[in-house]
């Protein structure tokens, strides 16, 4: 029997347009579903729909009764519980047990205590609490927290830990259905691949939104399609959803161009047969000058034949035009010019936050046209360091030089200097190698000429590179460019920064996106303190 059904489910906001239509497909136990698609499709909305946040326009969301569900919060509670704590509450009865043994651990102390302390330890490790405190530590530990901070208190965690905390405390859950959506977030690359291993063993079924194409292909057994209000369901893993989404695609513009060059073949008849129907009902030079009826007729009959010929085309079902896009063929960097041979050079560099040493004695020289790929866990200095390399934060020591002729421009500085009153084209320029750029990195046509306020913040970043692509800079310094990108937006990028022959510097924890643009790059390895 299904964990829930989803019937010819519709959404819209506000009695619009339906974002989505027709949405049919089950969740059976076992289940590893994706739900893929670009920016804006619904993929957020579908799954707030499955959990009953939402309520459907149209159709029905079946679920099974009981059913438990597990769901990693965005918001915590800013109560003064610890980090363990918190997510130790995802086993319900279970931490009430442990709540009551630890307030009487607390009462040995008192000098007329008569609690049986021992009887209570003894029922909590036959429930089995002994070995779920151990199942929290290895969920806290792959998600990258250290013994140290397990007792840290929810209210003190940043916004970026809090998502890990929700996430930690879902997967701790005895769940029949988890829904996670955009779990890789605030991961670095050693805890995307513990949770990759994680979601593949767990028994339950899952659901999930990911633009981690490397997550997508180790998780997913079937993958839900969600693109222009469409939703299609696909058997099968992701690359094999490639595959038969590639065919599918070959398939449609088949039938357009066959359905174009039949509609062409047929209007060309039908026009050669008007053409005849005017020549013939002229009456043949010497003959009387009163008009033939015998020729106005035969006239008549070939034009007949001409509108049963456009009447046909009317009557066969149109094939609509394949969606279509932007074309990276026409991409060029002209405007980039040529800088020194060696564009950074980087000496006994120091730099600390307080009593934490982020690195130290740091040093490397980056030649033109080189890829340099900045690795290290969460918190290590990544940023900071393209900080330091852009001159908005000062190194305790060392020193940092820029090379001849060097222009450099920074992704993640840009978007909170735009004015949002302003369009996309009035930042990137009118030209056709902005459009072309806008166009590449999927940014919709409709979207060009709305002011950035009302863009999501994926929709900013990708005017902020095209920005950035089109200035002529030679040296790009690029954090987490990818961040809430649809995946074919994500290609698209890797594709235009193969093309470019300036300068990258890279932090990401997108490993795909890291395989697919750095080739033979070089590594900078980045570990707290050193």
Same mark, same amino acid.
């Given at each position: 029997?299904?964990?829930?059904?989803?019937?010819?489910? =519709?959404?819209?906001? =506000? &009695?619009?347009?339906?974002?989505?239509?027709?949405?049919?497909?089950?969740?059976?136990?076992?289940?590893?579903?994706?739900?893929? /698609?670009?920016?804006?499709?619904?993929?957020?909305?579908?799954?707030?729909?499955?959990?009953?946040?939402?309520?459907?326009?149209?159709?029905?969301?079946?679920?099974?009764?009981?059913?438990?569900?597990?769901?990693?919060?965005?918001?915590?509670?800013?109560?003064?519980?610890?980090?363990?704590?918190?997510?130790?509450?995802?086993?319900?009865?279970?931490?009430?047990?442990?709540?009551?043994?630890?307030?009487?651990?607390?009462?040995?102390?008192?000098?007329?205590?008569?609690?049986?302390?021992?009887?209570?330890?003894?029922?909590? #490790?036959?429930?089995?609490?002994?070995?779920?405190?151990?199942?929290?530590?290895?969920?806290?530990?792959?998600?990258?927290?250290? #013994?140290?901070?397990?007792?840290?208190?929810?209210?003190?965690?940043? &916004?970026? +830990?809090?998502?890990?905390?929700?996430?930690?405390?879902?997967?701790?859950?005895?769940?029949?259905?988890?829904?996670?959506?955009?779990?890789?977030?605030?991961?670095?690359?050693?805890?995307? #691949?513990?949770?990759?291993?994680?979601?593949?063993?767990?028994?339950?079924?899952?659901?999930? $939104?990911?633009?981690?194409?490397?997550?997508?292909?180790?998780?997913?057994?079937?993958?839900?399609?969600?693109?222009?209000?469409?939703?299609?369901?696909?058997?099968?893993?992701?690359?094999?959803?490639?595959?038969?989404?590639?065919?599918?695609?070959?398939?449609?513009?088949?039938?357009?161009?066959?359905?174009?060059?039949?509609?062409?073949?047929?209007?060309?008849?039908? +026009?050669?047969?008007?053409?005849?129907?005017?020549?013939?009902? =002229?009456?043949?030079?010497?003959?009387?000058?009163?008009?033939?009826?015998?020729?106005?007729?035969?006239?008549?009959?070939?034009?007949?034949?001409?509108?049963?010929?456009?009447?046909?085309?009317?009557? +066969?079902?149109?094939?609509?035009?394949?969606?279509?896009?932007?074309?990276?063929?026409?991409? $060029?960097?002209?405007?980039?010019?040529?800088? &020194?041979?060696?564009?950074?050079?980087?000496?006994?560099?120091?730099?600390?936050?307080?009593?934490?040493?982020?690195?130290?004695?740091?040093?490397?020289?980056?030649?033109? /046209?080189?890829?340099?790929?900045?690795?290290?866990?969460?918190?290590?200095?990544?940023?900071?360091?393209?900080?330091?390399?852009?001159?908005?934060?000062?190194?305790?020591?060392?020193?940092?030089?820029?090379?001849?002729?060097?222009?450099?421009?920074?992704?993640?500085?840009?978007?909170?200097?735009?004015?949002?009153?302003?369009?996309? @084209?009035?930042?990137?320029?009118?030209?056709?190698?902005?459009? $072309?750029?806008?166009?590449?990195?999927?940014?919709?046509?409709?979207?060009?000429?709305?002011?950035?306020?009302?863009?999501? /913040?994926?929709?900013?970043?990708?005017?902020?590179?095209?920005?950035?692509?089109?200035?002529?800079?030679?040296?790009? @310094?690029?954090?987490?460019? $990818?961040?809430?990108?649809?995946?074919?937006?994500?290609?698209?990028? #890797?594709?235009?920064?193969?093309?470019?022959?300036?300068?990258?510097?890279?932090?990401?924890?997108?490993?795909?996106?890291?395989?697919?643009?750095?080739?033979?790059?070089?590594?900078?390895?980045?570990? =707290?303190?050193?």
């Amino acid at each position: 029997m299904s964990l829930l059904r989803v019937s010819s489910v =519709s959404f819209s906001y =506000s &009695g619009g347009e339906p974002l989505f239509a027709d949405a049919s497909f089950s969740i059976n136990p076992g289940d590893r579903i994706a739900i893929v /698609g670009p920016n804006g499709a619904g993929k957020s909305t579908l799954l707030r729909l499955l959990i009953g946040e939402l309520a459907p326009a149209g159709g029905e969301i079946v679920r099974r009764n009981p059913l438990r569900l597990a769901v990693a919060d965005q918001e915590l509670s800013r109560g003064p519980s610890t980090l363990f704590d918190f997510v130790f509450d995802a086993y319900g009865p279970l931490a009430v047990v442990r709540a009551e043994m630890r307030a009487l651990e607390a009462r040995l102390a008192e000098p007329e205590c008569a609690c049986d302390y021992a009887g209570s330890v003894h029922d909590y #490790e036959e429930a089995g609490g002994f070995a779920a405190e151990a199942a929290v530590a290895r969920i806290l530990g792959g998600l990258g927290w250290t #013994e140290e901070e397990f007792g840290r208190e929810v209210r003190t965690l940043s &916004g970026g +830990e809090q998502t890990r905390a929700g996430l930690a405390r879902a997967l701790a859950a005895d769940a029949d259905l988890l829904i996670l959506d955009e779990p890789t977030n605030h991961l670095d690359i050693r805890a995307r #691949e513990w949770l990759e291993g994680h979601l593949r063993k767990r028994q339950g079924a899952t659901a999930l $939104t990911s633009h981690d194409r490397r997550l997508l292909g180790e998780f997913a057994t079937r993958v839900v399609e969600m693109e222009r209000g469409r939703v299609r369901v696909f058997e099968g893993g992701y690359e094999e959803y490639r595959r038969a989404r590639g065919l599918l695609d070959r398939q449609a513009w088949d039938a357009y161009h066959s359905f174009e060059r039949r509609k062409a073949a047929v209007e060309q008849a039908a +026009e050669r047969r008007q053409n005849l129907a005017k020549k013939v009902a =002229s009456t043949p030079e010497g003959s009387a000058g009163v008009r033939n009826p015998f020729y106005a007729a035969k006239s008549a009959r070939v034009a007949r034949t001409a509108r049963i010929l456009k009447e046909r085309v009317g009557e +066969e079902s149109k094939v609509e035009k394949p969606w279509e896009e932007q074309a990276i063929d026409g991409l $060029t960097f002209e405007g980039v010019e040529r800088s &020194g041979d060696v564009v950074l050079s980087v000496r006994a560099l120091t730099k600390a936050h307080g009593p934490r040493v982020l690195f130290a004695g740091l040093e490397f020289d980056l030649k033109r /046209g080189e890829r340099l790929v900045v690795r290290g866990g969460n918190g290590t200095g990544k940023s900071t360091l393209l900080r330091l390399i852009q001159g908005l934060e000062t190194p305790d020591a060392g020193t940092i030089r820029l090379g001849a002729k060097v222009r450099m421009a920074c992704v993640e500085q840009l978007p909170r200097d735009f004015d949002l009153e302003r369009t996309a @084209l009035e930042i990137c320029g009118t030209g056709t190698s902005a459009r $072309t750029l806008l166009g590449c990195l999927k940014l919709r046509a409709e979207r060009w000429n709305r002011p950035l306020g009302e863009l999501s /913040g994926g929709e900013r970043t990708k005017v902020a590179l095209a920005h950035v692509l089109n200035s002529g800079a030679n040296l790009l @310094l690029l954090d987490e460019p $990818t961040n809430h990108w649809e995946i074919e937006a994500q290609e698209a990028l #890797e594709e235009a920064l193969r093309r470019y022959p300036g300068t990258l510097v890279l932090a990401s924890h997108d490993r795909a996106f890291l395989e697919g643009v750095a080739g033979e790059a070089r590594e900078l390895v980045i570990r =707290s303190g050193g």
